[in-house]
């Protein structure tokens, strides 16, 4: 299976600074097609998880754009242009190139300073 | 509004069965595959299994193959997993997540609630 592994795994920012969160897999996420499959998805305390990113860098409908992702091969960014409160909680990077085997990350707790 | 809505979550003992149950409403599911990823007390994601649209096709995570079996209704808009030989490992949050149409890669489009399955004696 790929290993995704994400950095920093706690991350606490002030209100309206920003924040990035790194991911790596453990092997290439360019797919046969070029295309990478990698998401992001936001999980806030005692909600499902929700996807934000798909693709890379595609936001899903109504996600803010203070959302960004960025990155290729193997090495992924998420980015929070200004932070706000609604923003907290847990976040995972997930591969999907290599289905049926998806693989998440270990998450990165983002939690107001 | 496109809503899964999970049920069947309950104690069980070790060795033991359960049958989930993931209810999609504003939407048919059977254009979609739909899949099953759970979560651990305070840890991350798991993948467990998925089930193509006709439910021709099924796979399955290492640590549930053999015990779980994925199962689908497009008349009734439900997908199922049937959990057998329970062990302690299993105890998690079992999330029901949809596929976007023909599009494996970029799965998990939309999340249920989530049922809890708690193993234990």
């Known amino acids: 299976d790929v290993v995704m592994t994400q950095s920093p795994l706690s991350l606490a920012v002030t209100l309206g600074q920003p924040a990035s969160i790194s991911c790596r897999s453990s092997r290439s996420l360019v797919h046969n097609n070029g295309n990478t499959y990698l998401s992001w998805f936001q999980q806030r305390p005692g909600h499902s998880p929700r996807r934000l990113i798909y693709q890379v860098s595609n936001r899903d409908s109504g996600v803010p754009d203070r959302f960004s992702g960025s990155g290729s091969g193997t090495e992924f960014t998420l980015k929070i242009s200004r932070v706000e409160a609604e923003d907290v909680g847990v976040y995972y990077c997930m591969q999907g190139t290599h289905w049926p085997s998806w693989t998440f990350g270990q998450g990165t707790k983002v939690e107001i300073k | 509004e496109v809503q899964l809505l999970e049920s069947g979550g309950a104690l069980v003992q070790p060795g033991g069965s359960l049958r989930l149950s993931c209810a999609a409403s504003?939407?048919?599911?059977?254009?979609?595959?739909m899949s099953w990823v759970r979560q651990a007390p305070g840890k991350g994601l798991e993948w467990v299994s998925v089930i193509s649209y006709s439910g021709d096709d099924t796979y399955y995570g290492d640590s549930v193959k053999g015990r779980f079996t994925i199962s689908r209704d497009n008349s009734r808009d439900t997908v199922y997993l049937q959990m057998n030989s329970l062990r302690a490992e299993d105890t998690a949050i079992y999330y029901c997540?949809?596929?976007?149409?023909?599009?494996?890669?970029?799965?998990?489009?939309?999340w249920g609630q989530g049922t809890m399955v708690t193993v234990s004696s």
């Open positions: 997540a949809k596929v976007p149409y023909g599009d494996y890669a970029n799965a998990f489009d939309i």
């Open positions: 504003g939407f048919s599911i059977s254009s979609y595959a």
